[in-house]
């Protein structure tokens, strides 16, 4: 028996490539944001359908719903997106059948999840901070390495290194609590100390530098307020602008491996 409804909590671009694979194969899904979304890679990132009222990544559109428009827009062909933080909807039965829903955990916390407020057909978790058998049913593996999307049914994945991937200048995080405001926009080429956003704070403006050149591949939406040491951008030395429209190689393999983990659950059952 499918699910009758896929919710993945979160629309940042690891979730959202999760989304467009689930989506290209046929299983309905939602996704659950926060009122202010804090994507970074915003132009793959369904989230920003929360600012924008509708976003397209790679010509699958999410578009902002309100619960009484959830089934419209899912027959109109595209992914609805609902300010859900807490997936409270699960607790709805006028809007869910939790025995009947999917959730999967694209927040990527890097930490132990709150308790769901019902109990779902099958609770999949991305990445640290999830343990299969404890805190979810299954545990996509996030972390660039030979087990990249890897499911498993049993313990926790890698452990958080606390370093991105890579080189790791190329990411930009906030010194201090503070309010964005862009002064570049994502797929620019930028140089090597170029002012890319200034951050408001209480105590004045901070210059956010890019720390090398390249490409902005990402960047906090404007006007949003950053926690000190949140990532609110990255720099691509590549270079190449076209990779600011396309899904990740990273996110399309934990993509993959959540479509198994779903599949595998589904023949359990059906045997």
Sequence with gaps: MRPELIV???????????????????????????????????????????????????????????????????????????????????????????????????????????????????????????????????????RRSHTLGRVYWDGPTQSDSGQPEGDPRRVMRAPVEGRLKARAQIGEHVEEGQVLADLLSEGGSQPIVSPLSGMLRGLLHDGVTAPQNMKIGDVDPRDDASACWLTSDKALAIGGGVLEAILVHETKRAG
């Excluded at 694979?21 to 359908?49: K, M, Y």
């Excluded at 428009?69 to 607790?91: F, K, M, R, S, Y």
């Design 8 to 142: 993945l909590r979160g629309g940042g671009d690891l979730a959202s490539g999760v989304a467009l694979r689930l989506f290209r194969v046929g299983f309905p899904v939602l996704i659950l944001e926060l009122p202010q979304p804090l994507a970074v890679r915003r132009t793959v990132s369904f989230a920003e359908a929360v600012y924008e009222g509708a976003w397209t990544v790679e010509g699958v559109t999410g578009r902002l719903v309100s619960p009484d428009q959830l089934q419209h827009v899912q027959e109109q062909g595209e992914i609805p997106v609902l300010v859900d933080p807490n997936a409270n909807l699960l607790a709805n039965a006028f809007l869910t059948s939790p025995h009947k829903t999917i959730v999967v955990d694209g927040r990527l916390l890097k930490r132990e999840p709150d308790p769901l407020p019902a109990r779902p057909l099958l609770h999949i978790g991305l990445g640290p901070g999830f343990t299969a058998g404890m805190n979810c049913d299954a545990v996509i593996e996030t």
